[in-house]
C-alpha cells in the first residue's frame, strides 16, 4: 500500500500569499496518477488536480500541481478568500487508492 | 447536470448490515468507473473501493479493512451504484460519498451503535 504524506499539517496564511503543499509517497506513484481535492466544512470534496498536473474543469488557474514519482507539490499561486480549506492529494496509480492525511489552510 | 445522490444510510448496530445507493443522473455511468469514499467524523478522506465498468470487466478492488465486508456492484439499467455493508463495526460511522471523477455525491452518514 502507499503511504501518503502531506505537509504541513496547517498553513496560516493572508489572502493574496501564495500557498505551497507537499504530498509525499512511500513508492513511486505510477504513471503520475496523484490527485488533489478541497474540501470545505459540510461539503463534499472538490476535484482540483488529476494527472499530478492536469486542471479539472472550472478550475481557476491559481491552482496548479506538480511533481513526479514520489514528491508533489499543489501551489495555490495567491489565495483568494474562499481557498480557506482542507486539501488532500490521493494516489490512483495502485489498489488501494490511498489518500494523504490533508493539509488545513487557514486564515492568519 | 451531473448528479450523483447517495441513500441508505441511517443507524445500525454492530454486527448488522446496510445498503447504500447511489442514483447517477446527468451523463452515462455504465462507461463510468465508479468508487465509494468514506470519512468518519472529524477525520480525513478514506478510499472504501472502485468497480469498473462493464466494458472494462466491471471488476472491483476493495480497502484493507473493507475486503470481505462489502461488496460494491452497479445496475447499469437504473443507473445506480450500490455498497453492501455487512458485519458492520462501530469504526465504520463515516459519510459515504460516492464518486465518478470528477464528480462526488453529497453523501450518506452511516452510524453503526449499539
Known amino acids: 500500500e502507499i503511504v501518503l504524506t502531506q505537509s504541513p499539517g496547517t498553513l496560516s496564511l493572508s489572502p493574496g500569499e501564495r500557498a505551497t503543499l507537499s504530498c509525499r509517497a512511500s513508492?513511486?506513484?505510477?504513471?503520475?496518477?496523484l490527485a488533489w481535492y478541497q474540501q470545505k466544512p459540510g461539503q463534499a470534496p472538490r476535484l482540483l488536480i488529476y494527472?499530478?498536473?492536469s486542471r479539472a474543469t472550472g478550475i481557476p488557474d491559481r491552482f496548479s500541481g506538480s511533481g513526479s514519482g514520489t514528491d508533489f507539490t499543489l501551489t495555490i499561486s495567491r489565495l483568494e478568500p474562499e481557498d480557506f480549506a482542507v486539501y488532500y492529494c490521493?494516489?490512483?496509480?495502485?489498489?488501494?487508492?490511498?489518500f494523504g492525511p490533508g493539509t488545513t489552510v487557514d486564515i492568519k | 447536470e451531473v448528479q450523483l445522490v447517495e441513500s441508505g444510510g441511517g443507524l445500525v448496530k454492530p454486527g448488522g448490515s446496510l445498503r447504500l445507493s447511489c442514483a447517477v443522473s446527468g451523463f452515462t455511468s455504465s462507461n463510468a468507473w465508479m468508487s465509494w469514499v468514506r470519512q468518519a467524523p472529524g477525520k480525513g478522506l478514506e478510499w472504501v473501493g472502485r468497480?469498473?465498468?462493464?466494458?472494462?470487466?466491471?471488476?472491483?478492488e476493495y480497502a484493507a479493512p473493507m475486503q470481505g465486508r462489502f461488496t460494491i456492484s452497479r445496475d447499469d439499467s437504473k443507473n445506480t451504484l450500490y455498497l453492501q455493508m455487512n458485519s458492520l463495526k462501530t469504526e465504520d460511522t463515516a459519510v459515504y460519498y460516492c464518486?465518478?471523477?470528477?464528480?462526488w455525491g453529497q453523501g450518506t452518514l452511516v452510524t453503526v451503535s449499539s
Open positions: 464518486t465518478a471523477l470528477p464528480n
Open positions: 490521493q494516489q490512483y496509480g495502485s489498489s488501494p487508492f490511498t
Open positions: 494527472g499530478a498536473s
Open positions: 513508492q513511486s506513484v505510477s504513471s503520475s496518477f
Open positions: 468497480i469498473k465498468s462493464k466494458t472494462d470487466g466491471g471488476t472491483t
